[in-house]
């Protein structure tokens, strides 16, 4: 009697997906201690940061069962996902706002504006970008397809959100449960795998392009 081949998929996943959240983690721990010991090293960790997040997303949809084509994003969609990226940067820069107000809360902006400011403000956006659509494409989309059900809106979030927690920065870590459900709405309703990363985008054109801009650290 023949043995039924065991699928690589049920172990090859979880690993891929361990294996990357470490890595990431790791990365973003230095990237954040470092960046004002090592002026300059915030681009290195960041590109580092992106290629982990990138080839672990990609990994995990070339091995999901969940990958299947999604039907073509249409008007409607389009607007609504430009409605969630205006509404989520705008309440981002003014709960920014509100936070550096606060003596209590002012600590967590006043340390992510001081890494970002290590290095040219047109560099540090760039890289925002970059490391941000290679975040969506790992959370949102490769990591989300290993779900299904309301699991697709808690497991990944609530693992960005903990990741997030290696940055050492209060403030990354309480937008990050809000961005990523912000981000999880865009991807569902409109079925395609650009619209994360078009809301993640754009809350990073306000909060690293123009926010620094208009708040002094």
Not at 134 to 142: D, H, P, S
Not at 144 to 170: C, F, H
């Amino acid at each position: 009697m023949q043995k039924t081949a065991k699928n690589p998929v049920r172990w090859f996943a979880p690993a891929i997906a361990t294996g990357t959240v470490v890595a990431a983690a790791f990365i973003l721990y230095r990237a954040f201690s470092s960046a004002s010991a090592e002026p300059g090293s915030l681009p290195l960790w960041s590109i580092a940061l992106a290629t982990v997040w990138a080839t672990g997303g990609i990994a995990l949809l070339r091995t999901s069962n969940h990958n299947q084509q999604k039907p073509p994003l249409n008007q409607p969609q389009w607007a609504l996902t430009i409605m969630l990226s205006l509404g989520l940067a705008i309440s981002s820069y003014i709960g920014g706002l509100v936070l550096t107000m606060l003596p209590l809360t002012s600590t967590w902006i006043s340390h992510a504006l001081n890494v970002a400011s290590s290095v040219p403000l047109h560099i540090t956006l760039l890289i925002a970008l970059i490391t941000g659509a290679a975040e969506e494409l790992f959370f949102r989309v490769g990591f989300a397809s290993l779900w299904s059900g309301k699991s697709v809106w808690i497991i990944p979030n609530l693992l960005y959100t903990l990741v997030t927690l290696a940055t050492g920065n209060l403030a990354l870590t309480a937008v990050a449960p809000i961005l990523g459900l912000v981000a999880t709405t865009a991807r569902e309703h409109s079925r395609n795998v650009y619209a994360p990363i078009i809301v993640h985008a754009t809350w990073t054109l306000t909060m690293v392009g123009i926010f620094p801009l208009t708040v002094t650290p």
